[in-house]
């Protein structure tokens, strides 16, 4: 208990001089207090190359518990969530008051980049979700199951919905499971191939388009929290992106996941990683579409060639 307490007071002390410094994002802050050791797990993750426009540095948390919950007990696997979003940055000039994951204009709108990582633990409960046959190879990438893997993002999209709507009046579970949807959509559904990296390494790759709900907040109804909602690392919007768009708008997701096994000593782990674009209309009734309209796709598909994943 007092371990706890002094911890609790560090941070406070320090979250409160950096602040008053002004030295120090709050993304940061969030980092600090929420990054998980990976190192210490046997997990080495780079992120080489990431583009002007989003936060350099991922934030990397233990997803266990929240993917438990957010499931309601159907998922229980020992996983951490590493990502990175639109930060304040606009083309290089500066920060704005306005980051890039809200700003109806960027490219970086609703756009994450991440890797989850799944370690092979003993029960075998990573092996029953990630695999067709969890008999079978653990790094044949045809024995991975789709249905599992486009699960994690959908739910983490769920997730982070969810803490947009923190301290709505009147607005509990059961009108946030009437307002939420995530399903496939567009023609042709899901596109599966194997691919090589340059390395030589297989990993299943999957792409589609998913209509869901943007995690764009309505202040006047709401009050999320710094350091328990998606506050902490895109912020709040302000009147101009209302203008733009409504609050909690239709979107389509449409992005990759990329999947493979590391087979390390003494646990191994699946990485997958993800990344998307977003297609939207605006009020005055004009689709904008990141994914085909703008190069994002090309520097995502970058950062995901410039990742180094490896066993420490």
Avoid at 12 to 26: D, F, P, Q, R
Wanted: glycine share 8%; net charge positive; aromatic share 14%.
């Amino acid at each position: 208990m007092k371990k706890l307490f002094i911890y609790f007071l560090t941070v406070a002390a320090v979250t409160a001089v950096l602040l008053i410094m002004n030295s120090i994002s709050l993304y940061d802050i969030t980092r600090f207090m929420k990054n998980a050791d990976l190192e210490n797990r046997g997990v080495d993750i780079t992120y080489g190359y990431v583009p002007e426009g989003m936060y350099r540095k991922p934030v990397v948390i233990d997803f266990s518990k929240s993917l438990y919950r957010i499931s309601q007990g159907r998922i229980d696997l020992d996983i951490v969530n590493t990502y990175t979003v639109g930060n304040y940055n606009k083309n290089g000039k500066g920060p704005s008051s306005l980051s890039n994951f809200l700003d109806p204009g960027s490219k970086f709108k609703d756009t994450w980049f991440g890797v989850f990582i799944i370690f092979n633990d003993e029960g075998m409960r990573a092996m029953r979700y990630m695999l067709k046959n969890s008999d079978g190879s653990l790094t044949d990438p045809v024995n991975l199951d789709t249905d599992a893997i486009i699960s994690l993002p959908a739910l983490d999209q769920r997730l982070i919905v969810m803490t947009t709507h923190q301290d709505q009046r009147n607005y509990g579970l059961h009108e946030f499971n009437r307002d939420f949807y995530f399903f496939k959509t567009g023609p042709g559904g899901l596109y599966r191939r194997i691919i090589k990296d340059s390395k030589g390494d297989e990993w299943l790759m999957i792409q589609g388009s998913f209509a869901t709900v943007s995690a764009l907040t309505d202040i006047t109804k709401t009050r999320m929290r710094r350091f328990s909602s998606i506050r902490g690392y895109v912020g709040l919007p302000d009147r101009s992106v209302y203008r733009a768009v409504q609050p909690w708008h239709n979107i389509v997701l449409r992005g990759t996941t990329l999947t493979r096994y590391f087979s390390c000593d003494p646990k191994g782990f699946w990485a997958v990683v993800y990344f998307n674009g977003t297609r939207f209309t605006d009020r005055t009734g004009r689709t904008r579409d990141t994914w085909d309209d703008t190069d994002l796709k090309i520097v995502l598909e970058k950062m995901f060639n410039s990742l180094l994943i490896t066993c420490k």
